[in-house]
């Protein structure tokens, strides 16, 4: 029987609706954010001075980060202006998947209702030889895992 091994980290993809029909587009060297935390309310009770009730609240959803190097003529980067100097959001479905070794998806994230609210480029120095990354930041409604 074989031995069961966790996936890679490393190998992964990102569709993001109408806008990923382009191949570089999709490639991204990190994505981060996929945190979900349930609040939690606490009640005091009268008279009971043992403990205080704590009951679930909302979910909270982390921002889901992308980093890359920078790409010119990037749909994503244009959908990324229209909002900042339009303001004019154009929410679109996000999905992040695992691959296999194959290339075959292993498990997705779909993130719901996702527009672009931070985009960043990390600093020059010309005494480094490092690729000039990007980083965009989304904000969205929620994700769920599909299976």
């Given at each position: 029987m074989?031995?069961?091994?966790?996936?890679?980290?490393?190998?992964?993809?990102?569709?993001?609706?109408?806008?990923?029909?382009?191949?570089?587009?999709?490639?991204?060297?990190?994505?981060?954010?996929?945190?979900?935390?349930?609040?939690?309310?606490?009640?005091?009770?009268?008279?009971?001075?043992?403990?205080?009730?704590?009951?679930?609240?909302?979910?909270?959803?982390?921002?889901?980060?992308?980093?890359?190097?920078?790409?010119?003529?990037?749909?994503?980067?244009?959908?990324?202006?229209?909002?900042?100097?339009?303001?004019?959001?154009?929410?679109?479905?996000?999905?992040?998947t695992?691959?296999n070794?194959?290339?075959?998806p292993?498990?997705?994230?779909?993130?719901?209702?996702?527009?672009?609210?931070?985009?960043?480029?990390?600093?020059?120095?010309?005494?480094?030889?490092?690729?000039?990354?990007e980083?965009?930041?989304?904000?969205?409604?929620?994700?769920?895992r599909?299976?």
């Open positions: 074989a031995e069961y091994y966790p996936p890679t980290g490393f190998h992964f993809r990102v569709d993001i609706d109408g806008l990923t029909s382009d191949k570089k587009d999709i490639g991204f060297q990190e994505v981060s954010g996929l945190n979900a935390t349930i609040g939690e309310f606490t009640y005091e009770e009268g008279g009971e001075n043992r403990f205080v009730h704590k009951l679930p609240q909302r979910v909270t959803y982390d921002k889901l980060v992308l980093k890359r190097g920078i790409l010119q003529g990037s749909e994503l980067i244009g959908w990324f202006r229209d909002a900042v100097e339009a303001y004019k959001f154009d929410p679109k479905g996000i999905t992040v695992l691959l070794e194959e290339h075959e292993l498990e997705s994230w779909s993130f719901i209702n996702a527009y672009p609210v931070k985009w960043s480029v990390a600093s020059f120095n010309s005494t480094k030889n490092e690729v000039a990354v980083t965009i930041e989304m904000a969205y409604q929620y994700f769920r599909l299976e």
